[in-house]
């Protein structure tokens, strides 16, 4: 029996469907994963019945459909169909490299084949899915953007042979990927738009969610229908503490306040990362109104270490504009997604 490493031997693939029940036959994109491949779901029960036989007398299965929760490098060819799976409508302006794609929240949430090539050469193929978050995570600790997208789907499949990526994309020395280094991150507590740069996030995830369910009937075993909600939109930023201006605007309505207050104030974010390998291109992330709350007000480190608070954002829709959130990708590609 020959064992198979699991060493580079793992890939996921992405592609936009055309329409429901329309799979991709190969991936857009194929790259590596930081966890996280597409896997069937099944739902399995024992036969409810009663007999004179103590012993079970079979299973039964009622319901299979396929789930997703990858993290991938934020590439800037292939973050554009992540992207686009929850922020669907991609405005594209500019000739030649870089173009600009100006994603916003209008428009329909379009359909996804996820792919998935595993230890063993075994190649899979995941149709009818819906994107039900999206995040981009970062650290200090680490250089890279990583985008995190979690999908709920109809129909899994084991494929015969290997799927043709139209583009394999990988952390090879020389290549590109969004990085924390050189990163401009603006955020304002009350104020919007965001126009003070900050310089002590030590890490954050920026995050688009909303329920996708899949609805089985009665008579398909993978489910006809999915569902999707309601968007959230939000983030959760770990800052080294410099001031009480969070603590000041959640409890007292005012970074001046000083008594509690029945008041939410509303602040913004602008962020924006550049590729490691090409200056031309970059990942910007705007929310012009968003409430940032405080989890617990800054404490001290009794080994003397530096103090950190946590605090949460929540975007809500500002009263005069429509795009409560926006992602401006620059990259290399002519085409909208």
Not at 130 to 158: C, H, N, Q, W, Y
Request: aromatic share 10%.
């Amino acid at each position: 029996m020959t064992l198979a490493s699991s060493k580079a031997l793992g890939q996921l693939g992405i592609a936009t469907q055309t329409a429901e029940g329309s799979g991709a036959s190969n991936p857009t994109y194929a790259h590596p994963a930081f966890s996280g491949l597409p896997h069937p779901v099944q739902s399995v029960s024992p036969f409810p019945v009663v007999d004179a036989d103590g012993f079970r007398q079979g299973l039964y299965k009622a319901d299979e459909h396929w789930e997703c929760d990858t993290v991938v490098p934020a590439f800037p060819a292939s973050a554009g169909t992540y992207i686009k799976g929850m922020l669907p409508t991609d405005t594209k302006s500019g000739s030649s490299d870089p173009y600009t794609h100006a994603f916003t929240l209008t428009g329909t949430i379009p359909w996804e084949t996820v792919f998935a090539k595993r230890p063993g050469a075994q190649y899979e193929k995941y149709v009818d899915g819906l994107m039900s978050e999206l995040s981009l995570d970062f650290s200090a600790a680490d250089p890279f953007i990583r985008v995190g997208a979690k999908f709920v789907g109809k129909t899994p499949s084991k494929l015969g042979s290997a799927y043709t990526p139209g583009t394999t994309e990988s952390l090879a020395p020389g290549n590109e990927y969004f990085t924390t280094v050189g990163a401009t991150l603006k955020l304002n507590i009350d104020a919007s738009p965001a126009t003070t740069t900050i310089t002590n996030v030590a890490s954050g995830t920026l995050r688009v969610t909303r329920e996708v369910a899949d609805v089985p009937t009665v008579d398909s075993l993978t489910p006809v229908y999915v569902y999707a909600g309601f968007y959230d939109i939000g983030c959760s930023l770990e800052l080294v503490w410099q001031d009480y201006n969070a603590f000041a605007a959640t409890y007292f309505g005012s970074v001046s306040g000083t008594t509690p207050s029945a008041t939410i104030v509303s602040g913004a974010l602008d962020f924006t990362f550049p590729a490691q390998g090409n200056s031309n291109h970059s990942l910007q992330v705007v929310s012009k109104q968003m409430t940032f709350l405080l989890n617990d007000p800054p404490d001290i480190d009794p080994g003397g270490g530096a103090v950190t608070l946590t605090i949460e954002g929540i975007a809500t829709r500002p009263a005069t504009a429509t795009d409560i959130f926006t992602v401006t990708l620059k990259n290399a590609v002519g085409t909208a997604y």
